[in-house]
């Protein structure tokens, strides 16, 4: 069974920092493209980040293009999302999903929130 | 890509069947997806490609459409499809459309 654990959330400062991770399990992670996709309250659903297999790849909406960074190790299973300089209008649920040969994303995590505030 | 849905706020009974539109901007080919999103769950792949079912999702549910119109029919409304439901398209970036809550009558 594929799984999707995302943790890191928060609440955090403009400005600030945060880290998510995700962690995979039940398919073989390293044979996959990974994402982030967010979810602003009771908003619609926006496309944060996209990783290739191996990590060499990385591509990312104007949104977030400098401010936000997704990286993966294959050797963990794991999924991160460094975001830097963080606005008020990134407070969203964050989810990590596999993203099927860069066209839909058929499995989602069960999301992490994160809230920036002063 | 703009993706437009509509309408925003469905109301049906069960055994009713429901049609969900999607309109994108511009010509998308078949890069076309949908997702089931329930309250407070994680949204699920419903459709690919316009009309390809995902593996375990109920045939009740089928996608058509090409180019800039899509629609997801629900052919018997059951009590467990009360959901948001989310079309997105792949062709250019990746972008959804704002939704359409479904509700029972």
């Known amino acids: 069974e594929v799984q999707l654990v995302e943790s890191g959330g928060g609440l955090v400062q403009p400005g600030r920092s945060l880290k998510l991770s995700c962690a995979a399990s039940?398919?073989?992670?390293?044979?996959?493209?990974m994402a982030w996709v967010r979810q602003a309250p009771k908003k619609g659903l926006e496309w944060v980040a996209t990783?290739?297999?191996?990590?060499?790849?990385?591509y990312y909406p104007d949104s977030v293009k400098g401010r936000f960074t997704i990286s993966r190790d294959n050797a963990k299973s794991s999924l991160y999302l460094q975001m830097n300089s963080l606005k008020s209008e990134d407070t969203a649920t964050y989810y990590c999903?596999?993203?099927?040969?860069?066209?839909?994303?058929?499995?989602w995590g069960q999301g992490v929130m994160v809230t920036v505030s002063s | 890509i703009q993706m437009t849905q509509s309408p925003s706020l469905l109301s049906a009974s069960v055994g009713d069947r429901v049609t969900l539109s999607c309109k994108a901007g511009?010509?998308?080919?078949?890069?076309l997806a949908w997702y089931q999103q329930k309250l407070g769950e994680a949204p699920k792949l419903l459709i690919y490609?316009?009309?390809s079912l995902q593996t375990g999702i109920p045939s009740r549910f089928s996608g058509s459409g090409s180019g800039t119109d899509f629609t997801l029919t629900i052919s018997s409304l059951q009590p467990e499809d009360v959901a948001t439901y989310f079309c997105?398209?792949?062709?250019?970036?990746?972008?959804f459309g704002a939704g359409t809550k479904l509700e029972l009558k």
């Open positions: 999903a596999r993203h099927t040969s860069t066209t839909h994303f058929d499995y």
């Open positions: 039940g398919f073989t992670f390293s044979n996959y493209y």
């Open positions: 990783i290739s297999t191996s990590g060499s790849r990385t």
């Open positions: 511009q010509n998308i080919n078949n890069y």
């Open positions: 490609n316009a009309n």
């Open positions: 997105q398209q792949y062709y250019s970036g990746y972008t």
